[in-house]
């Protein structure tokens, strides 16, 4: 097993995208050719990877990101703001070009329309300092990346969580087998879960489960989260909250289930964390305002 100093002590590495979110709260979303004023402008950290970071980092938990950042002042401004969080940077590279940027705009029931640059983003390859991380690392979380990273990464990793996100869900289960085969626990919506499978919740569970996926967790959203197991189903209600904006809710609701587990708590203390660090999410705009003493 490789190791270095650097990363002797990182608890979890994570592949992802690490870019800054433009984020308008509106009274309604525009449609073509019109034009609706925004009540409040919020900039902040995003990007899957920077998201599960920052909430995992403040939950205590020795934690790294591997991403690209652009050479701007969005680049600096990630590279500051992870490290006041206390994350490991050091695999967070600065190369020519933009940072990725989302701009997100949120009306007033929290339904929300997205446009994505990827920037830096689009530019992440797997070098060799990067599978020393993952090697080295005692759990990887890789969400928001490419096929072709995602296969190569996933199989050094000691311990996988995956979080493939609609896109990589939408090639289907067969394109994906053997990352879900290395897969220790796979975080879906439910609408991934189809969009994976081509089934509904419980049979597509199944499918995965039969594939060899030890856990599989599935977050409902209003109606809570479900974690699948060949042994066990696990539901819990989601936690009250006037949601404001989703966005980083799932980022959150990963990390906050991960340690919780790597605490070795029973599944079904998992979820009720989990559910509880997105409840906070979704009432602030923004994925990474999360204030931890309001957690536990």
């Known amino acids: 097993m490789i190791k270095s100093d650097i990363n002797a002590n990182i608890e979890v590495a994570c592949l992802g995208t690490c870019s800054i979110d433009f984020i308008s709260h509106v009274s309604r979303l525009a449609k073509a ?39 701007d002042e969005f680049g600096e401004i990630a590279r500051a703001k992870l490290s006041q969080n206390g994350v490991d940077i ?40 990067d599978l020393n991380y ?3 690392s005692d759990l990887v979380h890789i969400t928001g990346m490419y096929h072709e990273v995602v296969e190569e990464a996933s199989k050094h ?42 089934l509904k919740i419980d049979d597509g569970t199944k499918l995965l489960i039969e594939l060899g996926v030890p856990i599989v967790v599935v977050t409902m959203g209003k109606d809570g989260a479900m974690v699948y197991t060949s042994k066990e189903i696990i539901k819990t ?5 006037n949601a404001l904006d989703t966005t980083g809710a799932g980022d959150t609701f990963a990390a906050g289930f991960l340690a919780s587990f790597l605490k070795d708590q029973d599944l079904k203390e998992c979820l009720r964390f989990a559910n509880k660090l997105a409840a906070q999410t979704v009432q602030n705009l923004g994925g990474t305002h999360i204030i931890i003493s309001n957690i536990h």
Not at 161 to 181: D, M
Not at 237 to 241: L, M, Q
Request: glycine fraction near 6%.
């Open 90 to 129: 050091t695999r967070l590279i600065t190369i020519k070009g933009r940072t990725g940027m989302a701009f997100i705009a949120v009306d007033d029931e929290a339904e929300r329309s997205i446009y994505t640059y990827m920037g830096a983003n689009a530019d992440f390859k797997l070098e060799k300092e």
């Open 157 to 198: 990793a000691k311990l996988l969580s995956f979080n493939p996100g609609s896109i990589l869900s939408s090639y289907g289960f067969k394109k994906l087998n053997k990352i879900i085969k290395r897969t220790d626990i796979l975080f879906l919506n439910k609408k991934e879960v189809t969009l994976l499978t081509n």
């Open 33 to 71: 050719d019109d034009e609706v004023n925004v009540d409040k402008l919020h900039v902040s950290l995003g990007g899957s990877a920077s998201n599960f970071v920052t909430c995992l980092s403040r939950l205590g938990v020795n934690t790294s990101i591997l991403a690209k950042v652009g050479d």
């Open 134 to 136: 993952i090697k080295s």
């Open 237 to 241: 209600p989601a936690k009250p909250a």
